[in-house]
């Protein structure tokens, strides 16, 4: 793998880390501590063409590579986490899975408008009870003449209420457990889908995480993504791709923790002297330098093998594996750093603490990660 970007990779790298300081990093804090959904900012990178990054441009997207978007996520995370997990959303679980399964018919009414920013999307397979046991899932699809009519609950799912459609998981018959489960595009304003409840989060505040209820939610048959019984292959396509985004979020959370401890440790005196001549922290900021340079590669490696259309799953966990746990150690090393500031919510890292916490649960928790590397590694 050759390492060296791309003048391409390069420039839409740059062009969202300027705009990511100009446009998100003034109104970062507030709207993490209000939990504000960032309306004009998301729109305004759907002009850039970031939510369809990789998705070819005869269907409204950029027609970039799958090394460009975990760029992307990286410098987005970097000034704010919940933007780099709604943009990570909408190219990889939604656009991708798009792309990936959807007819022409499928791509030409609801990926263009996706992924030439006219819209969100969003990607509902978590339940209450069915959350790492994906294939226990309650919620349930019946054909009734040409319309399957959909019952049952989603939660914790991301851009629902500011979403235009999404892609819904049922099952079509409970019996079959994964073999039952099928996957339906779903339009935000159809009668009978209901966004219930706004999560209050420990982190990402910014980004909308919601509850949906679906009660005889009607749904036209052409709206089947893939083949009846092929959801849940769908699904772990999906969240192959969707690790990637995350292990890149975490990576710019973790990056941004550690320039903040190099910045913060020249300026502060104890003793005398800056606490970065102190061994305990150039200690501290060798282990956050080295990990996150490891956790990135991990991740750039799964986005290289993505773009080259082969099986990617082992290297999308180990990305996301690493790269969040990099976080959590990094965020926690940083606020260990700032003292009793780093406690404080006028510090930035103390909000990266926060953030960085979610990245070792969702698209499969660590030890999810940890299952599907030892199973592929023992077969």
Avoid at 124 to 138: N, Y
Avoid at 258 to 285: C, H, L, N, T, V
Wanted: hydrophobic share 40%.
């Amino acid at each position: 793998m050759d390492y060296t970007l791309t003048k391409e990779q390069e420039m839409i790298r740059d062009m969202v880390k300027e705009f990511a300081e100009k446009e998100i990093e003034p109104i970062a804090q507030e709207i993490d501590q209000k939990s504000i959904f960032p309306e004009k900012t998301i729109k305004k990178l759907g002009e850039l063409g970031v939510l369809g990054l990789c998705v070819s441009t005869k269907y409204g997207g950029a027609g970039m590579d799958p090394i460009s978007l975990v760029l992307v996520i990286e410098e987005l995370s970097r000034v704010c986490a919940s933007h780099g997990v709604i943009v990570s959303v909408n190219n990889s679980l939604v656009c991708y899975t798009l792309e990936r399964f959807g007819s022409e018919e499928q791509k030409e009414e609801y990926l263009v408008p996706l992924a030439s920013g006219k819209g969100l999307g969003f990607y509902a397979l978590t339940e209450p009870g069915a959350g790492t046991d994906a294939a226990s899932i309650q919620t349930t699809a019946t054909l009734d003449g040409d319309e399957y009519v959909i019952n049952g609950t989603k939660h914790f799912i991301t851009n629902a209420r500011y979403s235009r459609a999404g892609i819904v998981f049922a099952t079509v018959d409970k019996t079959k457990r994964h073999k039952g489960i099928c996957a339906f595009i779903v339009e935000k304003d159809t009668p009978g889908f209901k966004v219930v409840k706004e999560e209050d989060k420990m982190g990402i505040r910014a980004a909308a995480v919601s509850e949906i209820v679906f009660e005889d939610c009607r749904v036209p048959k052409e709206n089947l993504l893939g083949g009846v019984g092929e959801g849940f292959k769908i699904a772990l396509a999906a969240l192959d791709s969707g690790r990637l985004g995350i292990a890149a979020q975490a990576v710019g959370i973790a990056r941004r923790a550690m320039e903040e401890s190099i910045k913060y440790s020249k300026e502060r005196i104890a003793f005398g002297r800056p606490i970065a001549d102190f061994q305990a922290i150039r200690w501290m900021i060798a282990d956050m330098a080295t990990r996150i340079e490891a956790a990135r590669l991990l991740t750039l490696r799964g986005a290289y093998l993505k773009g080259k259309g082969v099986r990617f799953s082992k290297e999308a966990a180990m990305a996301k594996f690493y790269a969040s746990d990099t976080a959590v150690r990094v965020t926690r090393d940083a606020v260990q750093i700032f003292g009793g500031y780093g406690y404080m919510k006028d510090y930035v890292v103390e909000r990266l603490y926060r953030d960085a916490k979610i990245t070792e649960i969702y698209e499969g928790t660590t030890e999810v990660q940890k299952m599907i590397i030892s199973s592929q590694m023992l077969a």
